[in-house]
Every structure is written in structure tokens, then in C-alpha cells.
């Protein structure tokens, strides 16, 4: 009898989480796959300052059923916080003089796992004058700040016990 309540106590434990779990095919909003985006662009970026969206480009034409690839299109900038807080970026201020990056890539749910591509590049900001010398040629010289680019390929993996995307 007590075996028996065992392997029924399992199989509601197994459809309780079958039944938790995501789909793979989930549909996303535009705005749950830039978000998914920025975090895995965050996880992987290597900086000190974690990144929070800064506008992204709108897609009245997103449509997850029709297309299970879909193009993303937004810009991130460099926020006060620290990677290591691990804060979620809606809490973080932006930095003044904070790094702002073009993001394009695309959302996937062709395969079992999500797939996000997302290639980042350093925007050039307003030139900062810098005075060379008193000569009246040429009093200021343009300087761009802060060039760079970055990619990020991550995949959705069944592992860990949130069924986090996975970085690839």
C-alpha cells in the first residue's frame, strides 16, 4: 500500500512539473524577447556596469506562430550598477557618461531550446573637444569615445532548475 502511494505521491510530482514547465514553442511579445535578449547580453558582455534597454525599434509585424525566427532591433546603455550586484536592470540609473550600444540580432524557437543572436556596436557620442594649441588653424580636434563591438550567441538549455537560456 505504501509503495503504491509512492509511485502516486511521483507520477503527481512528474505532471505537476510537466505541467510548470514552459513550452519550448512558447510565443513570446517583441518585448519579452529584447528583454531575454538584454539580460544574455548582460551575462555575457564582461564589463563591470551591467546594460538596461534604452528604446527598441517596434515590430508590428512580430508574430512568433507565423515565423519562429524573428529580427531584434533595440540600443542599451551602461548603467550605474555593477555586474556583480546582480540587480535586475529596471532598478538601475543609467551612468552620465554611460557607453550606448546598437543591438541587432534575432529570437529563435526553432529548435527545441530558444536561440538569441545579438551583435552589439558602441554608438560614437557627441565628439569631445579637446584644445591642442592656441593656433587659430586649429583650436579643437575631435575625438570619438569609447569604440567596440560585441557578439553573443546563447541557447535555451533544460538545465538548472528555472530552464534559464544557457550561453553557447
Not at 56 to 62: L, M
Not at 77 to 82: A, D, G, R, S
Not at 90 to 106: A, I, N
Not at 120 to 127: I, K, L, R
Amino acid at each position: 500500500m505504501e509503495r503504491g502511494r509512492r509511485h502516486l505521491l511521483l507520477l503527481v510530482v512528474v505532471a505537476a512539473v510537466a505541467a510548470a514547465e514552459p513550452s519550448p514553442h512558447k510565443t513570446l511579445s517583441y518585448e519579452e524577447a529584447v528583454a531575454l535578449a538584454v539580460d544574455f547580453y548582460n551575462q555575457g558582455s564582461g564589463l563591470d556596469h551591467a546594460f538596461r534597454l534604452l528604446k527598441a525599434e517596434p515590430r508590428p509585424e512580430w508574430d512568433m506562430t507565423a515565423n519562429p525566427r524573428q529580427e531584434l532591433k533595440f540600443t542599451v546603455k551602461e548603467t550605474v550598477c555593477l555586474m556583480a550586484e546582480n540587480l535586475p536592470g529596471t532598478e538601475c540609473d543609467f551612468r552620465d557618461d554611460g557607453v550606448v550600444r546598437d543591438c541587432s540580432g534575432f529570437f529563435s524557437t526553432q529548435q527545441v531550446s530558444p536561440i538569441v543572436v545579438v551583435s552589439c556596436n558602441t554608438v560614437a557620442q557627441e565628439p569631445t573637444h579637446i584644445r591642442r594649441s592656441r593656433s587659430p588653424r586649429r583650436k579643437w580636434t575631435w575625438k570619438p569615445r569609447r569604440r567596440g563591438s560585441y557578439t553573443l550567441i546563447s541557447q535555451g538549455g533544460n538545465k538548472g532548475k528555472h530552464n534559464r537560456l544557457q550561453m553557447a
